[in-house]
């Protein structure tokens, strides 16, 4: 089988390839760098839209996300059909419930707070009008990508464990979900060889709370960790960042369910599994 996928540099994508290399032929396509106009399809069995622009630290005009989230894929995904593609899976992600919601489902009312979330859920309703007979579009909802060398917060946290000995954040009770690079890959090879539309879930069969998360991780790096309830801590991170506020205390469950039902699937390791795999770079 044949793939073209764009964001091949990005974690998932690259990851993805140097998973899958033995089994797949894989075409590379960077919207950025080549226009879409005279992109030859022939011969592609299934477009695996991994490219996004993701939040920024510094907020970009709403216009850059809707190019690079809506405008690209869905102008790919219109090349593709024409081409004779039979399947265009997007890389969406959980951002599209919006805030507020401590469970959610593939029936999940989606309620974007943030340009990238809203780009996305965009993106996905315009992507579901292209299908047709012999056009599948499957879209892939993960929450935060986990794993060997994975950008974003998970390693400032590894840093965090492995320098600090006494953390301002114990005793809290969430469950936030989380999806490993490997149960990720392992899913979106699922759905290429189920060639299902429809839209499916990530995430890993356990939610862990972050006193928990913490205390996994220093076991792995063997470090002794003393965790400590600071409400004043808790109170000012609210005010000055409800972001990293939220993350932190706040729950965000994934159900998968319908996803592992609808496709047969299982993930392929469990939640300690995955940490001792990250935290050892594997």
Same mark, same amino acid.
């Given at each position: 089988?044949?793939? *073209? ?5 990005? !974690? ?11 089994? !797949? ?5 960077? /919207? *950025?760098?080549?226009? /879409?106009?005279? *992109?030859? $399809? ?10 996004? @622009? ?27 059909? =024409? ?34 979330? =809203? ?10 009008? $292209? ?6 579009? +499957?879209? #892939? ?39 490993? #690079?490997?149960? /990720?890959?392992?899913? #979106? ?7 299902? +539309?429809?839209?499916? @879930? ?29 409400? $004043?801590? =808790? ?7 409800? +972001?990293?506020?939220? +993350? ?16 047969? !699937? ?10 001792? $795999? ?5």
């Amino acid at each position: 089988m044949k793939i *073209l996928i764009t964001g091949s540099s990005g !974690y998932v994508g690259k990851s993805f390839i140097e998973a899958y290399k033995a089994k !797949y032929e894989f075409c590379k396509f960077s /919207l *950025l760098n080549k226009p /879409l106009e005279g *992109l030859c $399809l022939d011969g592609i069995d299934v477009v695996l839209h991994c490219a996004a @622009l993701v939040h920024q630290v510094k907020e970009k005009p709403f216009q850059e996300y809707y190019n690079v989230n809506v405008k690209y894929p869905v102008n790919l995904a219109k090349e593709a059909k =024409k081409s004779g593609v039979k399947q265009f899976i997007f890389i969406s992600t959980v951002s599209v419930y919006g805030e507020g919601k401590a469970i959610v489902t593939e029936e999940t009312v989606c309620n974007p707070s943030t340009a990238y979330g =809203k780009s996305k859920y965009m993106a996905e309703v315009e992507l579901k009008k $292209l299908e047709g007979d012999n056009f599948v579009v +499957s879209i #892939i909802r993960p929450p935060m990508v986990y794993g060997a060398n994975a950008p974003g917060n998970m390693g400032a946290l590894i840093n965090l464990v492995d320098r600090v000995r006494i953390i301002p954040l114990g005793n809290i009770v969430n469950e936030r979900s989380f999806v490993n #690079i490997k149960n /990720l890959l392992h899913l #979106i090879d699922c759905v290429i060889e189920n060639g299902k +539309s429809g839209l499916f @879930l990530a995430c890993d069969d356990e939610a862990v709370g972050t006193s928990k998360l913490i205390e996994l991780i220093a076991k792995v790096l063997g470090k002794k960790v003393t965790l400590i309830s600071l409400p $004043l801590f =808790k109170k000012m991170l609210k005010v000055i960042r409800p +972001s990293m506020h939220e +993350s932190l205390y706040g729950s965000f469950q994934v159900n998968d369910d319908f996803t592992k039902k609808e496709l047969n !699937y299982k993930n392929k390791i469990g939640v300690e599994e995955g940490i001792r $795999l990250m935290v050892k770079g594997k």
